[in-house]
């Protein structure tokens, strides 16, 4: 089944790591642009829109860069 809504912890995290740039004084679309990744792209795999292995890579290491405590979002 096809999931059409958003669910609030993939929210959550995409506001947190947003505001983890923030507080570095940076921007999430700032660090994609930095590092070659389009940040619809970054927003979608945060979300949790898209699920594979690159997306969920490409989640970890924004979640890193964001410097944010992962496993406080569901992150292993």
Same mark, same amino acid.
């Given at each position: 089944?096809?999931? !059409?809504?958003?669910?609030?912890?993939?929210?959550?995290?995409?506001?947190?790591?947003?505001?983890?740039?923030?507080?570095?004084?940076?921007?999430?679309?700032?660090?994609?642009?930095? !590092?070659?990744?389009?940040?619809?792209?970054? *927003?979608?795999?945060?979300?949790?829109?898209?699920?594979?292995?690159?997306?969920? *890579?490409?989640?970890?290491?924004?979640? *890193? *860069?964001?410097?944010?405590?992962?496993?406080? !979002?569901?992150?292993?």
């Amino acid at each position: 089944m096809k999931r !059409n809504t958003l669910e609030n912890k993939d929210i959550e995290l995409y506001t947190r790591v947003k505001a983890g740039f923030i507080l570095q004084g940076s921007s999430l679309g700032r660090w994609c642009l930095n !590092n070659g990744v389009s940040r619809q792209n970054a *927003a979608q795999a945060l979300k949790g829109i898209w699920n594979g292995p690159k997306s969920t *890579a490409l989640k970890e290491l924004i979640v *890193a *860069a964001s410097g944010i405590d992962g496993e406080e !979002n569901g992150e292993a």
